[in-house]
C-alpha cells in the first residue's frame, strides 16, 4: 500500500508541475535583460495559454514576435526567437515570480520579469 502511494504522489506532483508555471506564466510582463548592449535591454512579453502550451508575443529591441511557441521541460519554459539572430530563451519560477536567461552570440544574459497584468 505504501508503495502505490508513493507512486501515485510521484506521478500526481510530476503531472502537475508543468501545469503550474504554464499558469504562472501567463499574463503581461516587462523583462529587462541585465548587462544587454544599449537598446536591447527593456521588453514587453504577453504570455497566453493555449490548450497545453504557451505563446508569447515579445516588442521591445529588434523584437516585434507574434505567437511564439514556448516548451515546458521539467517546470522551464524554452524557446529559440529570432531578434536579429536566433536566442534561446529560458525561463523558470523563482521566488513567486520568473527569471531566466537569454543565451546570444555575445553570451548570456539574465532576463528579469516583473508582472503587469496578470493572466486569466
Known sequence: MKVLFL????WISGN???AD???KATGIWTVQVTDAPEG???YTVHIKKSGNQ????????DADVKDQIF???DNVLSASVYIGEY???RIWEEKNGLTGS???SQGTFKLVFKKVVKGK
Open 16 to 18: 502537475l508541475a508543468p
Open 7 to 10: 507512486v501515485l504522489t510521484l
Open 54 to 61: 504557451l505563446k508569447a508575443d515579445i516588442k521591445g529591441g
Open 40 to 42: 536591447f535591454q527593456h
Open 21 to 23: 508555471i504554464l499558469q
Open 87 to 89: 536566442v534561446d530563451l
Open 71 to 73: 516548451t515546458v521541460k
Open 102 to 104: 537569454a543565451q546570444t
